[in-house]
């Protein structure tokens, strides 16, 4: 690979004057900067990204952290992150930590030993350790979809809270009263502030909480599809179920299926987040929407007004969801 110093020897000028002409830095010659031109594209010559970086203290390159690339709902945010910081010239480099703290803090220290120049963050588990090794960062920082305790920074999310409300309220309206929840990982705000929507909404109709009501899934299809069965083994199974993000009310969905029972028929099921594929299942998932897009944006945008410096005080970005309502809920059918 073609080194400036090769170029310089082509072009028969010093490496200083070559730093000059590919970087506008200082006065060039015509004939100078025409022989510089020919010994790079003779040569195949690509400037170093990183002796740029150490010059300009900037590697135009961010990072993003996710809980799970698998989870279809992720990969619509980073289609809108990657957009704005593509079209504000940023490279986008994605780690997954697969849920797991340890796995998270090691790709933190990788992406610092990468000079990103901000970070765009969905936190898996809530612990102190984590606030304290962001803090030592010392990056600008965007939490999406979950908060931090303790730590004061851009966040983007969805109002949890409302949305699950807004879902339980639903099946209410279609007269069910047994109505369950099944919940994400313990330790994460998404998951608490969705279930307190729905007690919030049990509460205000007057309908008491059963014991067992609540299961607790993974954010998998596989957890909600083991948290179903956990509900259909009990003495008196819901009615309907609000599940607390779409990829577990696909699971939910297959373990009613599995135990000889239909949805809507038997069981009412709502999601939380709107995937694409939520409208493609069988029968198409009733949900909760979360504007992915604007999310995705709106993430990109409050990191790059902290790159450019045109704001220094907090933002916090809470976006309303809504209700889409397909057919895999129905009035409750009197036995």
């Known amino acids: 690979m073609a080194t400036i110093k090769d170029v310089a020897l082509q072009a028969g000028v010093s490496v200083t004057t070559v730093s000059h002409a590919l970087n506008g830095t200082r006065f060039v010659s015509e004939d100078a900067k025409a022989r510089i031109e020919a010994a790079v594209a003779a040569l195949s010559y690509v400037p170093s990204a990183i002796a ?39 490279n986008l480099v994605l780690c997954n930590s697969d849920n797991d703290p340890d796995k998270q803090a090691s790709h933190l220290r990788v992406l610092a030993e990468r000079r990103i120049d901000g970070l765009i963050l969905v936190a898996s588990g809530a612990e102190s350790a984590l606030a304290s090794q962001l803090e030592a960062l010392n990056l600008p920082l965007v939490l999406v979809d979950r908060n931090i305790a303790g730590l004061d920074c851009d966040l983007v999310q969805v109002d949890h809270a409302a949305g699950s409300k807004m879902a339980t309220e639903h099946l209410i309206s279609l007269g069910h009263r047994n109505i369950a929840c099944i919940s994400g990982p313990a330790g994460l705000s998404p998951s608490s502030e969705r279930r307190a929507g729905w007690k919030q909404a049990l509460a205000d109709a007057s309908i008491a909480r059963r014991e067992g009501d609540v299961a607790r899934g993974d954010f998998t299809s596989r957890g909600g599809f083991l948290a179903m069965q956990t509900l259909l083994a009990r003495k008196d199974p819901p009615t309907a179920v609000f599940v607390c993000n779409d990829v577990m009310a696909i699971g939910a969905i297959s373990a009613i299926h599995h135990a000889g029972l239909r949805v809507p028929d038997d069981i009412s099921i709502v999601g939380f987040d709107d995937i694409e594929l939520a409208a493609y299942t069988i029968p198409p998932l ?50």
């Open 286 to 335: 009733t949900t909760i929407a979360q504007p992915k897009a604007a999310i995705g944006t709106g993430t990109a945008e409050l990191l790059l007004e902290r790159l450019t410096g045109s704001r220094t005080q907090t933002r916090q970005l809470i976006l309303q969801p809504e209700l889409v309502v397909r057919q895999s809920t129905a009035p409750l059918t009197q036995a």
């Open 52 to 90: 740029r970086s150490l010059k300009h203290n900037s590697t135009r390159t961010l990072g993003m952290m996710i809980p799970s690339n698998s989870n279809p709902y992720f990969a619509e945010i980073i289609r809108g992150v990657e957009s704005q910081c593509f079209n504000a010239g940023y």
